[in-house]
Nanobody
Framework: VQLQASGGGLVQPGGSLRLSCVAS????????WGWFRQVPGKEREFVAA????????YYAESVKGRCTMSRDSAKDTVYLQIDSLRPEDTAVYYC????????????????????WGQGTQVTVSS
């Protein structure tokens, strides 16, 4: 599976972005999906995930209430809508695909995912 992330950019604080991740070479319904982000000098951190089995969604506390992850199986695309963006949301955002049956405790570990997109830069600044 190859993943292509897009949708990043420069946005003012309080603004919104919708990131997209298109999967080629396999149907999105076969996988669990995650979004992670990373800033220079820090470890990649979990942002959100959709469990392949059942479709439950999970969010990091730092984005809960401001973030919505969704999946369009017909387009083999997953999305991450982030609202009320803050400067601390500035990072490179990565999408990832992992086994469909990932258990809850595994969803927020980057080691659980087998495929990664190339990342898309989100910069929140006035």
């Amino acid at each position: 599976v190859q993943l292509q992330a897009s949708g990043g950019g420069l946005v003012q604080p309080g603004g919104s972005l919708r990131l997209s991740c298109v999967a080629s070479g396999g149907t999105s319904s076969r996988y669990s999906w995650g979004w992670f982000r990373q800033v220079p000098g820090k470890e990649r951190e979990f942002v959100a995930a959709i469990r392949g089995s059942g479709g439950s969604r999970y969010y990091a506390e730092s984005v809960k209430g401001r973030c919505t992850m969704s999946r369009d199986s017909a387009k083999d695309t997953v999305y991450l809508q982030i609202d009320s963006l803050r400067p601390e949301d500035t990072a490179v955002y990565y999408c990832a695909a992992g086994p469909r049956g990932l258990i809850l405790s595994s969803l927020w570990s980057q080691n659980s995912y087998d495929y990664w997109g190339q990342g898309t830069q989100v910069t929140v600044s006035s």
